[in-house]
Structures are given as structure tokens and as C-alpha cells.
């Protein structure tokens, strides 16, 4: 159930620090091109691709994009395929209609993660997009990109060679139980509980499990409205709260 990932290698893992810088990395050196973004000729026969994060005349203060360079164009894939998806417990339309307001103080016990049967039972095992499941929220949702929800995951499998896009909002997890390594377009990540990771609408994200028992456990922030920003400081001055090399 867990990924056959060396922990030496998750550990010595490098990240480039600055929330909202722009950043440039290659895997092979004389990967990039050396002026512009879109040559004629890619540098080792690679295909630029661009993912925007605004509209694409948006103002050079808010504007946010990023240079792919590919092996091969992500266009050509085979035709996609219904999938067989169970969990109907993911929500993102709130309105009236929708749900009901609970004016009760309410409380959780832990929730449970699945438990791991061996040898395997087919649906036994769960990764981290059918171990989602939907607490509250607000708005209607990404049909008008306004409000939010919030969920929970719990599960006990890797998503392997599985990947997943989510095109309705960014998302900020935050692992309670279980450390995760987290495979995205954009690289690798090895993340614990206390800390915080990112992944932004439309991106191809994978995540697997490291700890060789016990499954993982954590929450969820949807934003469907915009994107995650740094609060302003405000009275507490220049060195409270949070700092972009923080990120």
C-alpha cells in the first residue's frame, strides 16, 4: 500500500523558497532556452507549454503562468475513459437547496482510517482521492467560483501510476497523521504533519504513502474564488506573521 521510495532520497529532497516568486529549473542542464519562452526549436527537442493561473491579459502585478518544457505535448494522450468513482461524499455546492445549517455545537472523534486487508480485497484499499469526504463549506461552488469546503482524507494506499487534476479550486492540505510524497507537474515533495502544502487548480498531482503502516490522515481546504495569498501584516509590523521565504 505504500510507495517503493527510497526515505534517504525523500529527505535529501531541495525546494526552491519564495511564496509567489518566479522560479526556473531543469532536470538536465542546457534544458531551458537561453531567450524567451516559446524559440522555434526547443533546447534538446522539448515542447513548450504554458499553464496560466489568470486570464491571460491579466495585469504583469496579478499575472500568473508557467513554462512547461516536454518530452512529449500533453495533448497526446489516448481518449479518456469513464472511470468507476464510489466516493459521493465529495461537496461543493452549498447553496439553501443543497445543505442544511446545523446551529449545534458540533464535535468529531478522530476519523478512522481504512484498514489495510491482507492478502488484498479489491476496494479494501483507499487511496488519498477516494478516502476524501466533505465536512462543511460554504458558496455555490465552483459553477461561479465563490466560497469554499472543507474536507477530510483518510487512507491507507498510494495512488501509484494513478494522477488526479482538480479544476475546481486550489486546495491547502494539512497531514495529521502519516507523512506523504507528493508527485505534481511541477516536481516532488516530501511532506510530515506540521507542515502545509499547495496544489493549484488544473494541476496533475499523485500522492503516495511512506510510513510502512497506519495509513494518513489530514484536512483540506478548497478556495474556489481566487487563490491563496499571504494575509498583510497589519499592526503587529514588518516581522510578524508569516514571509514568502517561509514558503
Known amino acids: 500500500a505504500m510507495?517503493?521510495?527510497?526515505?534517504r532520497e525523500l529527505e535529501s529532497l531541495e525546494y526552491l523558497s519564495g511564496f509567489g516568486n518566479h522560479f526556473s529549473s531543469e532536470a538536465l542542464p542546457g534544458s531551458l532556452p537561453a531567450r524567451g519562452n516559446t524559440p522555434q526549436r526547443c533546447?534538446?527537442?522539448?515542447?513548450?507549454?504554458?499553464?496560466?493561473?489568470?486570464?491571460?491579459?491579466?495585469?504583469?502585478?496579478?499575472?500568473?503562468?508557467?513554462?512547461?518544457?516536454?518530452?512529449r505535448p500533453s495533448v497526446t494522450h489516448e481518449p479518456f475513459h469513464p472511470m468507476e468513482f464510489t466516493?459521493?461524499?465529495?461537496?461543493?455546492?452549498?447553496?439553501?437547496?443543497?445543505?442544511?445549517?446545523?446551529?449545534n455545537q458540533i464535535r468529531w472523534l478522530p476519523f478512522e482510517i481504512p484498514r489495510t486487508n491482507k492478502p488484498a480485497v479489491p476496494g479494501a484499499e483507499v487511496d488519498f482521492v477516494r478516502g476524501m469526504f466533505t465536512i462543511c463549506g460554504a458558496?455555490?461552488?465552483?459553477?461561479?467560483?465563490?466560497?469554499?469546503?472543507?474536507?477530510?482524507?483518510?487512507?491507507?494506499?498510494?495512488?501509484?501510476?494513478?494522477?488526479?487534476?482538480?479544476?475546481?479550486?486550489?486546495?491547502?492540505?494539512?497531514?495529521?497523521?502519516g507523512p506523504l510524497a507528493v508527485r505534481t507537474e511541477f516536481g516532488r515533495m516530501h511532506v510530515k504533519p506540521g507542515e502545509v502544502f499547495v496544489i493549484q487548480r488544473g494541476m496533475r498531482f499523485s500522492v503516495d504513502l511512506t510510513a510502512r503502516?497506519?495509513?494518513?490522515?489530514?484536512?483540506i481546504f478548497e478556495l474556489?474564488?481566487?487563490?491563496?495569498?499571504?494575509?498583510?501584516?497589519?499592526?503587529?509590523?514588518?516581522?510578524?506573521?508569516?514571509?514568502?521565504?517561509?514558503?
Open 87 to 103: 466516493n459521493t461524499k465529495i461537496l461543493a455546492n452549498f447553496r439553501d437547496n443543497q445543505s442544511v445549517v446545523n446551529p
Open 139 to 177: 458558496g455555490t461552488g465552483p459553477s461561479c467560483k465563490s466560497g469554499f469546503a472543507i474536507h477530510v482524507y483518510t487512507c491507507n494506499a498510494s495512488m501509484g501510476k494513478r494522477s488526479f487534476a482538480n479544476v475546481d479550486g486550489d486546495m491547502l492540505i494539512v497531514p495529521q497523521l
Open 43 to 71: 533546447p534538446r527537442d522539448l515542447y513548450a507549454e504554458q499553464i496560466s493561473g489568470t486570464a491571460f491579459t491579466a495585469p504583469r502585478s496579478s499575472n500568473r503562468r508557467s513554462w512547461f518544457y516536454r518530452m
Open 224 to 247: 474556489f474564488e481566487g487563490s491563496f495569498t499571504l494575509p498583510d501584516l497589519g499592526p503587529i509590523g514588518a516581522n510578524g506573521l508569516a514571509n514568502p521565504q517561509d514558503f
Open 3 to 7: 510507495v517503493d521510495a527510497n526515505p
Open 213 to 219: 503502516e497506519g495509513g494518513a490522515r489530514g484536512y
